[in-house]
């Protein structure tokens, strides 16, 4: 079995950005946990790049690696409305600043397709999205990182295939969010692995009941994670980078010795 030392070292743990440059800073370097933070809007427009460059500087002292979760309110990239696609690249640009300076292994957007929202419309939805992605992801690319997109509400794989496929070429992975899986879709995990698997880059783990985003220790729900887990030791030589978004800390440590139970490299 893995120790728990060493897959603290392999995963990252979600932090909204106020926290970690609050209280949180210290309880990272002490546990030797991999940050990834989120930035939403309001953490973006206040930003003291100096903070940040010195809270860079410290964790890459520490052998730590980062994460960068970009924002999702109301950040529709395959909207049809030319100004607001135009605010999204602003907000993205704003986060390539953040890349510069933390240097992330990922940064994960909300892919953001609601076929309620979009079902009229799914091909200028496509092309709209690909513009923003390919622009974005080549920004990220150009700083050594990567872009993935998360699934939130959409209800089926199929439903985000086409832009996957158009961004193959992109190197824009995908981000499969298995708390969103359960909560929001009708269909199942395994199908979820079979049709975007191949574009299979980041997991965000945690859990829930079947109902709601509850973000739950791993474990303490009911998502599958022997069934992604089995997948994952029969499909992948190399593990995706994995962030567990745990709500508390006290849930850090039961979704860590949840994994240990899983963990197949």
């Known amino acids: 079995m893995t120790e728990k030392r060493n897959i603290l070292g392999m995963v990252h743990v979600g932090i909204p950005y106020a926290m970690f440059a609050g209280d949180s800073l210290s309880m990272f370097l002490e546990k030797r946990l991999n940050p990834e933070i989120s930035f939403d809007s309001e953490a973006l427009d206040s930003l003291n790049h100096k903070n940040l460059e010195g809270m860079a500087g410290i964790l890459k002292e520490r052998g730590l690696t980062v994460t960068v979760h970009a924002p999702f309110m ?36 909300h892919a953001a397709y609601e076929d309620r929202r979009y079902r009229h419309m799914k091909d200028k939805w496509l092309e ?113 980078v994995m962030t567990i978004e745990p709500h508390t800390r006290e849930d850090i440590d039961p979704s860590i010795a949840t994994l240990e139970r899983f963990w197949p490299w």
């Open 74 to 109: 109301d950040i529709a990239p395959g909207s049809p409305d030319q100004l607001v696609r135009g605010v999204v690249r602003k907000r993205l640009q704003q986060v390539i600043d953040v890349v510069k300076i933390l240097k992330p292994r990922t940064v994960v957007c």
């Open 128 to 240: 709209y999205s690909f513009s923003v992605w390919r622009w974005f992801g080549s920004r990220v690319a150009d700083e050594g990182g990567r872009l993935v997109l998360e699934n939130v509400f959409e209800n089926s794989p199929e439903e985000l295939l086409d832009l996957f496929k158009a961004l193959a070429r992109e190197q824009v992975g995908f981000c499969l969010d298995v708390g969103h899986q359960a909560a929001f879709s009708s269909v199942s995990l395994e199908r979820w692995l079979q049709v975007l698997g191949e574009f299979l880059h980041q997991l965000h783990l945690h859990d829930n009941n079947g109902i709601r985003d509850e973000h739950l220790a791993i474990g303490k729900g009911t998502v599958d994670f022997p069934l992604l887990f089995r997948w994952l030791e029969k499909n992948r030589n190399k593990r995706p």
